[in-house]
């Protein structure tokens, strides 16, 4: 069972966790993204409602909004397991400053970083 973590500098850490994990796969993670379609790297993972499995993940499946995503966070990453959620719009403002700060040079890493805006934003 995930603990819902809702204190802001706390979800601020297991969102900069996630990205500092993925930061070697962030053009598959956006592809993922905007197709919205999970994305994970070992023990940090970003789910779409779509990809909650209707037993394991009753609890998330309930909380969960439209137009939400959830960051879940196991050991060895976080000491108990961790969940947020995170609407697309904030999904998408956390990309946006991955991309900017490190990617804004790479022309696919941009067009990527565009469709995703398009379908989480849309």
Same mark, same amino acid.
């Given at each position: 069972?995930?603990?819902?973590?809702?204190?802001?500098e706390e979800m601020q850490k297991l969102i900069?966790?996630?990205?500092?994990?993925?930061?070697?796969?962030?053009?598959?993670?956006?592809?993922?993204?905007?197709?919205?379609?999970?994305?994970?790297?070992?023990?940090? #993972?970003?789910?779409?409602? !779509? *990809?909650?499995?209707? /037993?394991?993940?009753? $609890? @998330? +499946?309930?909380?969960?909004?439209?137009?939400?995503?959830?960051?879940?966070?196991? #050991?060895?990453?976080?000491? !108990? *397991?961790?969940?947020? /959620?995170?609407?697309? $719009? @904030? +999904?998408?403002?956390?990309?946006?400053?991955?991309?900017?700060?490190?990617?804004?040079?790479?022309?696919?890493?941009?067009?990527?970083?565009?469709?995703?805006?398009?379908?989480?934003?849309?």
């Amino acid at each position: 069972m995930y603990k819902l973590v809702t204190d802001n500098e706390e979800m601020q850490k297991l969102i900069n966790g996630y990205f500092i994990l993925i930061r070697n796969n962030l053009e598959m993670a956006m592809e993922k993204f905007a197709n919205r379609e999970c994305f994970g790297i070992e023990s940090m #993972s970003i789910l779409f409602k !779509e *990809d909650l499995d209707e /037993y394991e993940d009753q $609890k @998330e +499946l309930q909380e969960i909004k439209k137009n939400q995503v959830v960051l879940l966070a196991e #050991s060895p990453a976080v000491q !108990e *397991d961790e969940k947020i /959620y995170l609407s697309f $719009k @904030e +999904l998408y403002s956390c990309l946006e400053r991955v991309v900017y700060e490190k990617y804004l040079a790479d022309e696919n890493s941009r067009k990527l970083f565009l469709v995703v805006r398009r379908q989480l934003c849309n």
